[in-house]
């Protein structure tokens, strides 16, 4: 199985022991605890074939999308009216009829739309891998990247499309998976999600010249679970600051974000946990 140069068509082998990788992107009615799955988009892998996934679902009574939410994707809530929940959809089956400890569940920030998935008593028993935070690992800010030598300014999938993949590159995609490219669309994303894939494993093969396809996901899935220490701030009034140079210059404001950011913790919100193991390890 060549996991750098995927050339798929279509019809799943189920009797196949390989495992499948699930790309898979959500819209959803928000960000919170309680908000659901409007819109479904995976592209189901498995050795030269794939299955594309691709759902609007729909809300139960009461429930509407959040207008920030609607402003980002564009999903008005007479476009789901009269669908089938998500709960109830064909993607949720199918998502269910996929989900095993032998097949690798793939996004890019997966605990934001695993956490949807969960909003709908998903409980998934995938292998996990977050290209979010693999890329946190695998790419640094400030490095040169693609044909036209942009400096990388953050991990975004947007920002690494149009670093990495040429208009051509995009349009090949689409004739092979059908759907079209655009940010905030499920599938779009997914197409996105899956080229930046290819690249991922590209990275850590020259990183780890020695391991296999199969060795590389699962030191994908390891990537996923690893922190990352945070070089410079992103936010605030030192936005753009290192770390150690802030501990240097105001200590206090570093021991404040982090007994912040640990008294969230408890209390059940989500955190940025590479940001809170930063701050453990300078002033915790």
């Known amino acids: 199985m060549d996991l750098f140069d995927f050339d798929f068509s279509n019809d799943l082998d189920n009797s196949s022991s390989e495992p499948k990788l699930i790309f898979f992107d959500t819209e959803t009615t928000g960000s919170s605890k309680d908000d659901k799955v409007i819109e479904f988009g995976a592209i189901v892998a498995q050795e030269e074939k794939f299955e594309v996934i691709e759902e609007r679902c729909g809300l139960r009574d009461a429930e509407l999308i959040n207008i920030e939410a609607m402003a980002v994707h564009g999903i008005r809530n007479e476009e789901v009216e009269g669908l089938e929940p998500f709960e109830s959809s064909k993607s949720y089956r199918s998502l269910e009829e996929l989900n095993s400890a032998n097949n690798y569940l793939i996004a890019h920030n997966l605990p934001f739309d695993l956490g949807m998935l969960q909003n709908h008593a998903f409980e998934s028993k995938f292998k996990h891998i977050d290209t979010l935070q693999c890329s946190r690992h695998l790419f640094e800010v400030g490095e040169t990247l693609g044909d036209y030598e942009y400096t ?45 894939f290819e690249k991922l494993m590209q990275r850590a093969k020259t990183k780890e010249p020695s391991l296999s396809e199969s060795e590389l996901l699962e030191h994908l899935v390891e990537l996923s679970k690893k922190s990352v220490m945070v070089k410079s701030f992103s936010f605030g009034k030192y936005k753009g600051k ?16 982090y007994k912040d950011i640990k008294k969230r913790q408890k209390s059940g919100e989500s955190i940025d946990e590479n940001m809170f193991n930063t701050l453990k390890e300078l002033v915790g």
């Open 152 to 196: 990388l300014p953050n991990h975004k999938l947007q920002t690494f499309r149009y670093i990495l993949f040429s208009k051509a590159d995009e349009e090949q995609a689409i004739e092979k998976y059908g759907g079209d490219i655009k940010a905030h669309n499920a599938l779009g994303d997914v197409i996105i999600l899956k080229l930046f």
């Open 242 to 257: 290192l770390l150690r140079e802030v501990l240097e210059i105001d200590r206090g404001y570093l021991e404040w974000l």
